[in-house]
């Protein structure tokens, strides 16, 4: 049977209806009425839906990444809708969009127990490309303390030569809001830009540090290397200084010790892990 379906850029008057969307779609994990103005503002690439005989049943952002790669995210499928061909026409928007944008990389993030988002990934080509755990610290009674020895890293060269180093413990991505940024001298950059680097040279130590979006729900630590536990205290002082209820951190499932270094310092592990697949226009 054809389907009615129009796929199209959302538009403000669109806001409650794709915010609806993501509440059918997703019983937990939601974000777009936080993030609706961001996705609209956001210079390249798309916010999309998708309209079935003129109702809004889903929806899925284009966003290109500091290094010139896209991440296709928040893909959503109103669960009366589901199983009919409307995330694969998303898709195909996304790989459109890529050729629009001269970008030949597309990456995407989903739970490790996701098998129809892994799936349909797989439809068009994607591979897994790592896996990660994650873990979360609450800081409801976490106090802040003065630290003097981490300040924000403002030369680029400078962040280049203390982020590259970490980039095949931590399976060359640095992790914020569940946002995979693949570790490159162009990410640097943006987190220099973007005051997202601190670094303690007397011990030697370095943390990226930072929220994409919801800074109030939770700071997340990208990476970090060198004294770690000084790393974690800084974190988690930062943190609550900024107001945040809690703080996350997602790294490879192939280290271990971060994994002991975090749970040591109190942070709990979430409940399942999440892949990274990299697909090609
Ligand atoms: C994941 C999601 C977007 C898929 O949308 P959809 O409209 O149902 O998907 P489509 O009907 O277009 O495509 C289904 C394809 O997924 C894949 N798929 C479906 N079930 C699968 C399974 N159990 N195992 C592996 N692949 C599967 C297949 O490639 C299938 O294509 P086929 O029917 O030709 O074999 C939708 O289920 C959804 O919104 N889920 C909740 C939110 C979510 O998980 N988002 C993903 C990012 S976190």
């Known amino acids: 049977m054809t389907l009615n379906l129009t796929i199209r850029p959302v538009e403000e008057k669109d806001r409650a209806a794709v915010i609806a969307v993501e509440g059918k779609s997703m019983p937990h994990w939601r974000y777009v009425e936080q993030v609706f103005d961001q996705f609209m503002s956001h210079p390249n690439g798309e916010f999309s839906l998708a309209e079935l005989d003129g109702q809004v049943v889903a929806c899925a952002k284009f966003t290109v990444m500091p290094e010139g790669s896209a991440w296709v995210e928040t893909l959503r499928v109103d669960s009366d809708f589901q199983g009919r061909g409307i995330g694969k026409a998303l898709y195909k928007r996304f790989f459109e969009i890529a050729k629009e944008q001269n970008v030949d990389t597309l990456r995407m993030y989903t739970g490790m127990k996701n098998k129809v988002s892994r799936g349909l990934a797989e439809h ?158």
């Not at 569940?178 to 943006?190: A, H, K, S, V």
């Not at 370095?206 to 800074?215: D, L, N, T």
């Open 124 to 281: 068009f080509g994607f591979a897994l490309e790592a896996s990660f755990y994650g873990a979360n610290y609450s800081l409801e009674s976490a106090v802040p303390i003065d630290d003097h020895h981490f300040k924000p890293v403002t030369d680029v060269s400078q962040a280049i030569d203390l982020l590259m180093p970490l980039s095949q413990e931590w399976n060359g991505f640095m992790v914020m809001n569940r946002t995979f940024y693949r570790l490159t001298p162009e990410l640097c950059g943006y987190l220099v830009d973007h005051g997202r680097i601190f670094a303690d040279p007397t011990s030697n130590s370095v943390i990226a540090f930072g929220a994409r979006f919801m800074p109030d729900v939770s700071q997340h630590i990208g990476l970090f290397g060198g004294d770690e536990a000084a790393c974690l205290r800084f974190a988690k002082s930062e943190g609550k200084k900024r107001g945040a209820s809690s703080l996350a951190c997602l790294f490879p499932v192939s280290a271990e010790s971060t994994m002991a270094v975090l749970k040591g310092a109190g942070f709990e592990e979430t409940p399942a892990g999440f892949i990274v697949m990299k697909g090609s226009v």
